[in-house]
């Protein structure tokens, strides 16, 4: 595609549920970063992939929550038993990293809007 | 102490005005990006620098790697300038050598009055 695509663009759930948030990167973008955006609050970094690379995965704020991506393709950022300080907006960025200290620019979504009743 | 600080953190300008927006960090870095965020939230990369300066229209970018050290400078501001501002760092992660977090700045927050 043409950006950076994710969804769904709007969540609403309940307490405790799971949720799945995916992110399309742009095609051929080694590099993708997840982090949210709480309300009237700045970006929090959650984790990073960087193609086959082990990911850091140290923003993740606990255990509930988790990522996956499959090489350069699509990830997905799970969040198990929600809870109500979980409700931000999960924003994914891409970029083509070619190799250190060369990076690349960065491509955003235009986020998934989550909200935990 | 944040990583990565940005100051101001609001600022009103009037039309034409020129306004800077600065940016200090404190970790080595392999790149600094700054970001705009308009109402509604989404995000459009403005530049990304390792060195230097760039200039893209109106806009100018300037980091000083030894002062650890950004300025965002927009000349000639304009009411469709108004949006918040972030510096980003990628930085040289924690689990592996090539992995780069990617740390904000909390934003600087442009209103330009017409």
């Known amino acids: 595609g043409a950006g950076v695509s994710q969804s769904p663009s709007n969540k609403v759930t309940e307490k405790g549920k799971d949720v799945e948030l995916r992110c399309d990167p742009i095609?051929?973008?080694?590099?993708l970063y997840w982090y949210r955006q709480r309300l009237g609050q700045g970006l929090e970094f959650l984790i990073y992939?960087?193609?086959?690379?082990?990911?850091?995965k140290s923003g993740l704020p606990s255990d509930r929550f988790s990522a996956e991506r499959t090489g350069e393709s699509v990830s997905t950022l799970t969040i198990q038993r929600t809870q109500q300080e979980d409700s931000a907006v999960y924003l994914c960025?891409?970029?083509?990293?070619?190799?250190?200290?060369?990076?690349?620019?960065?491509?955003f979504g235009e986020g998934s809007r989550l909200t935990v009743l | 102490k944040n990583e990565v600080e940005q100051s101001p953190q609001n600022l009103t300008a009037q039309e034409g005005e020129f306004i800077t927006i600065n940016c200090s960090y404190s970790?080595?870095?392999?790149?600094l990006h700054w970001l705009q965020q308009h109402p509604g939230g989404g995000i459009v990369s403005l530049f990304m620098l390792s060195s230097g300066k760039k200039k893209h229209g109106r806009l100018i970018a300037t980091i000083n790697i030894q002062e650890k050290h950004s300025s965002l400078h927009i000349t000639a501001s304009h009411p469709r300038d108004s949006a918040v501002y972030i510096c980003?760092?990628?930085?040289?992660?924690?689990?592996?050598?090539?992995?780069?977090?990617?740390?904000f700045g909390s934003g600087t927050q442009l209103t330009v009055l017409p």
């Open positions: 980003a760092v990628t930085t040289r992660g924690i689990s592996s050598g090539s992995a780069r977090q990617l740390t």
């Open positions: 992939f960087q193609g086959n690379s082990a990911p850091d």
């Open positions: 095609s051929g973008h080694t590099a």
């Open positions: 970790v080595g870095i392999s790149a």
């Open positions: 960025a891409s970029a083509h990293y070619t190799s250190y200290p060369n990076t690349g620019e960065l491509f």
